[in-house]
């Protein structure tokens, strides 16, 4: 891992960001769910209320992964948590242990700031992030479903009479 290094994204940093951002689309088959901007990250993640926070991973000085995560709470902990929205490495510079790294770096920040969980979900047919994430002691937990609205459906049930 010489000339390795991962450090939190600066406001610099939005356009490589975005561009592995685009790249994870690709690779999860998802490309077509990408509606967001350049604009739009930036002010998620450097706006007057950030919504998330992004560490960058650099090889010889240029991006080759991300961890994009925020802060979440848990009632029955009473403690806050670490969710890790999205993991990527581009494919050129995997298995160097970059995925581990990114994911060390998470666990040590949860650590400081006294998280009671450090999760995220992982795509149901992406075997290998499966078995690296069981490889490093993660849980994957079955009876968890993930339950979403998109805005047009939360629209509805907000403006429900």
Not at 6 to 35: C, G, N, S, W
Not at 42 to 47: K, M, S
Not at 106 to 123: H, K, M, S, T
Not at 149 to 159: D, I, K, Q, S
């Amino acid at each position: 891992m010489n000339n390795f290094l991962i450090r939190p994204a600066t406001p610099a940093d939005v356009p490589a960001l975005f561009d592995l951002i685009h790249q994870l689309a690709v690779y999860e088959k998802l490309e077509h769910m990408i509606t967001g901007s350049e604009a739009m990250l930036h002010t998620a993640l450097f706006g007057e209320r950030p919504s998330c926070e992004c560490v960058i991973a650099e090889e010889n000085g240029k991006p080759v992964g991300l961890a994009l995560y925020f802060t979440t709470f848990s009632t029955f902990l009473c403690k806050p948590g670490l969710y890790l929205e999205d993991l990527f490495v581009i494919p050129s510079v995997r298995g160097k242990g970059y995925g581990k790294a990114l994911l060390k770096y998470l666990a040590a920040l949860a650590q400081r700031r006294d998280c009671g969980r450090f999760e995220w979900r992982v795509l149901d047919w992406n075997e290998p992030s499966i078995q690296f994430y069981k490889s490093l002691g993660a849980t994957i937990m079955p009876e968890w479903h993930l339950v979403r609205m998109t805005a047009a459906e939360f629209g509805a049930l907000a403006t429900e009479k």
